[in-house]
């Protein structure tokens, strides 16, 4: 169609723009990972078109939770196909980017450019993305924010003091650039016993509900930390996909944040 033809501006209309939602802590090793690769499947579960981009550069995690390591995307012309994983959730990985074992040691315009190839892909009817963020406040969080512009960030924290001090600056991070913070999500609170089910509290529970109300942001629930998680995930089954506790609890956060 030739410029100003009627049919070409509906196309353009029609082109579907992803929103971005950004998962987030403070430090690594809290679940921010698995709490990413659980929401886009509990969301696809719904019905509701999502992806994952995984712009975690520390450790790009999401081609083994989502059960396809080692596949390359396609690429359509300059832009990259996203790949298909677990939960049938199309999803590109910083991991993707880089050859197989090496360490990503990217400086600040090079992983921003690796950032904008996962997000400007050619994502077709996906309509949320969720971006599983590098722990901390570098350079990709700044490019993320200031040139994709995601439409709200969620936290993650384990109910610890120091990690929900981690998370704060996150919080704080996020506010300043004026992306809504979602709210946040207590992972690892309550160890349920694997041979008698008792639910113990290594790391104490509640915390991070307690930081939530007081730093006036939505509460959106709590995964206990149970050793079928990492298990599961290791094996590229997201617990999302099951029909459990866990399973419900992935869902009912990943309605909190879809909605
Ligand atoms: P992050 O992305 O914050 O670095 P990950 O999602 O990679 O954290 O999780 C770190 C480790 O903890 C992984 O081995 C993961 O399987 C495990 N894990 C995460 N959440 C839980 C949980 N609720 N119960 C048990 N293991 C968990």
Redesign the pocket.
């Known amino acids: 169609a030739a410029p100003g033809c009627a049919i070409r501006i509906l196309q353009t209309a029609e082109r579907i723009v992803p929103r971005l939602i950004a998962v987030a802590?403070g430090k690594?090793?809290?679940?921010?990972?698995?709490l990413s690769t659980n929401l886009a499947v509990a969301m696809r579960r719904a019905g509701r078109a999502a992806g994952l981009v995984d712009a975690?550069i520390y450790?790009p995690?999401q081609p083994r939770l989502l059960g396809v390591e080692g596949v390359k995307p396609e690429a359509e012309g300059k832009k990259l196909v996203p790949t298909v994983g677990a939960g049938g959730v199309p999803f590109l990985s910083m991991g993707q980017l880089a050859a197989p074992g090496q360490a990503i040691a990217w400086r600040g315009p090079m992983a921003g450019q690796a950032l904008s190839q996962l997000v400007d892909a050619v994502w077709g009817d996906v309509r949320d993305i969720v971006v599983d963020m590098p722990?901390g406040t570098g350079d990709i969080q700044l490019s993320m924010i200031q040139k994709h512009k995601p439409v709200g960030a969620v936290i993650?924290s384990t109910p610890q003091d120091l990690a929900l001090m981690d998370a704060t600056r996150a919080i704080a991070f996020f506010e300043t650039a004026k992306v809504p913070i979602i709210g946040l999500v207590e992972?690892?609170a309550g160890y349920v016993c694997p041979h008698c089910g008792e639910v113990s509290d290594p790391f104490g529970i509640g915390g991070a509900e307690a930081a939530a109300r007081e730093l006036g942001i939505p509460f959106l629930g709590r995964?206990?930390?149970?050793?079928s998680?990492?298990t599961a995930?290791?094996e590229g089954v997201p617990p999302a996909l099951t029909d459990g506790p866990i399973g419900l609890a992935f869902g009912q956060i990943a309605g909190k944040v879809a909605s």
């Open positions: 802590s690594g090793g809290v679940g921010k990972s698995t975690d450790g995690s722990p993650v992972n690892m995964i206990p930390l149970d050793i998680i990492r995930s290791d």
